[in-house]
């Protein structure tokens, strides 16, 4: 588009999966709760409150540390960040400053096939504010306090990012890094993962004015917020005008950001240690006990293991998605783990949930309970390998079986009942030719002169006389020598 | 009384800038009192500043306590969420109603 290099920094609120609150010992589930039905004198910072950190968040925030591959810090504590603002009644918000939980780290993105890492600043802890609505045509706004003091870890990048893409790119591994850690629920819907966005333009070395696109809720909005942001930010430069440093919104509908008024115009947070809440000195036991919690298997694991299957990038990901997708419905890496001995069979497990098994879940077909699903995949493999089952029929027995709760005793005899398996028996096949070639002798004609398309059409003839029923490949290879034969 | 050897200046925008920030109204006619008292505060805290305080960590803290935690578990602290709405301002629809902010 031109010759400016963006610059871009993200930072990304991450809802911890926790019970309670941050400071407070009040259910934390607000999705779908009346409004301030889930506070406490805590959460409304009345005179005397003592807020008393829980546990489990920190337990998750050394977890995402891990996932980001480093160590969490041993000291952290907590500071009171000042600014009025009804969604926040304490007139402070608690976090951490300097000594955060989670420092350094990485992210490793993919862009063209090329692997790119970036940086991790730094991850600190920090509760969440409430939450206000403005009625329109009102000279009001309205405040539920459902929110204030949900537990958050802000993760920030490093500056390192250079396109829309590869925001994007870092915005969903950090998604994945942070599910399979089992950090968060991770509901973007319900802003479980929250992204604002800092992006600068500039012709040399030398930064250029950012401005920063506060809250956005999936990947494609940090996509295409950046890309507004970019193109917006190129031509102001082009016209000689100048970047004003500001907070900007996105606005989903008409794709674009827009200036946001800011919270307050004098930005100073004056910030100070908080006397409440004693600062945390993790032990070697506690790091170690989290560290050995961690799942053995991560995303980058995977795709190495998935790579050796001889499997493309694209599938690796749609596998490594799915087990987000399907969350306890069933788990689809295991089962391939579980036979990487036998490649074949790994790769075919690995093929069939990508191309059968995902788009029949997610056209609500899934009824049969987990423990059946090995043993299904391993029955059509065994039956389509001894080539009694077409790749047709395989796909609607596996359909046919997999929306009843339970499997049949034996697949096979199932199959054969149905009438899912092939005739691969030649004698049989051999006369239903022997009749199809009879009955279409202008086809037969064609195929004489060199015309193998009438072939297609013998094959069809064949399979409808048959049912269905007959192995396609067979009946080819016998119009083949019966003509020959003529 | 303590000797306040120099003095901090305290100008009438930064009073009103500190009001703004601490979401406070003062009336004009406060402003020089303000001004005057702050600077004597701050000038009060700089004596700290003679105090070499080199190769010592900064306190943060004075209980001494660390690594005050809870379980993840509600707890019911008596007031209910009812009772605890009571306190605002003014409610609407169990939200509490405050002056236009957008």
């Known amino acids: 588009m031109s010759d400016f290099e963006p610059t871009i920094g993200i930072e990304c609120h991450v809802q911890l999966k926790t019970k309670t609150k941050l400071f407070a010992a009040v259910g934390n589930d607000a999705r779908e709760a009346e409004p301030n039905t889930l506070i406490s004198h805590i959460c409304l910072g009345m005179p005397g409150a003592l807020p008393y950190l829980n546990e489990q968040a920190v337990d998750l925030a050394c977890r995402a540390a891990f996932a980001l591959g480093v160590e969490p810090q041993k000291f952290s504590k907590f500071d009171r960040k000042h600014y009025f603002y009804p969604d926040l009644p304490k007139g402070y918000q608690i976090t951490q400053l300097h000594h955060p939980i989670v420092l350094g780290g990485k992210v490793k993105i993919k862009i063209d096939g090329k692997e790119k890492p970036i940086g991790v600043t730094r991850a600190h802890l920090e509760e969440d504010a409430g939450k206000n609505t403005h009625p329109e045509g009102k000279d009001y706004s309205l405040v539920d306090l459902n929110r204030a003091g949900t537990p958050l870890l802000e993760i920030v990048s490093e500056p390192d990012l250079h396109s829309a893409q590869e925001a994007k790119a870092y915005a969903t591994e950090l998604y994945l890094l942070m599910k399979y850690a089992d950090v968060t629920e991770g509901d973007l819907y319900h802003g479980n993962m929250r992204f604002d966005v800092n992006v600068s333009v500039s012709k040399d070395s030398k930064l250029g004015i950012r401005t920063e696109t506060k809250n956005l809720n999936s990947f494609k909005s940090v996509e295409k917020a950046i890309e507004y942001e970019i193109k917006r930010q190129t031509e102001l430069i082009q016209k000689g005008k100048a970047v004003t440093q500001e907070t900007r919104g996105w606005d989903d509908a008409k794709q674009k950001t827009t200036t946001q008024r800011s919270k307050e115009e004098a930005h100073d947070y004056r910030y100070m240690p908080d006397p409440d809440i004693p600062p945390l000195e993790l032990t070697d036991k506690f790091i170690n006990k989290v560290k050995s919690e961690m799942p053995v298997m991560m995303p980058d694991d995977w795709r190495y293991k998935l790579k050796g299957l001889g499997l493309n990038d694209q599938q690796i990901e749609i596998l490594i998605q799915s087990e987000l997708e399907l969350q306890d419905k069933i788990s689809i890496l295991p089962l391939i783990e579980q036979h990487l001995s036998d490649k074949a069979l790994a790769k075919f497990l690995a093929n069939w949930n990508v191309n059968v098994f995902l788009p029949l879940v997610r056209e609500g077909k899934l009824k049969l309970g987990k423990d059946y699903h090995l043993a299904l995949e391993k029955s059509i493999y065994d039956l389509t390998n001894q080539n009694k089952l077409s790749s047709t029929n395989a796909k609607a027995l596996f359909e046919k079986l997999i929306s009843q709760e339970k499997l049949p005793e034996k697949v096979e005899d199932y199959a054969k009942a149905k009438g899912y398996i092939q005739v691969s028996d030649e004698s049989e096949i051999a006369k239903i030719v022997s009749d199809v070639l009879t009955a279409n002798p202008q086809a037969v004609e064609d195929i004489k002169k060199g015309e193998m398309k009438a072939t297609g059409f013998l094959v069809g003839q064949v399979m409808k006389a048959s049912r269905g029923q007959a192995n396609p490949a067979l009946a080819q290879k016998l119009i083949k020598s019966q003509i020959d034969k003529l | ?102």
Do not use: C, W
């Open chain 2, 1 to 102: 009384m303590y000797n306040i050897s120099h003095m901090s200046k305290i100008s009438k925008d930064d009073v009103l800038r500190l009001a703004k920030l601490s979401n406070i109204y003062i009336d004009d006619s406060q402003i020089d009192a303000f001004a005057k008292d702050l600077a004597e505060i701050l000038g009060y805290v700089e004596m700290l500043g003679e105090v070499d305080v080199s190769g010592l960590a900064p306190t943060e803290q004075v209980t001494g306590l660390k690594n005050v935690m809870r379980p993840d578990k509600v707890i019911d602290y008596g007031p209910s969420p009812k009772e605890l709405l009571k306190n605002a301002p003014a409610q609407e629809k169990n939200q509490i109603k405050v002056k236009r902010v957008l």
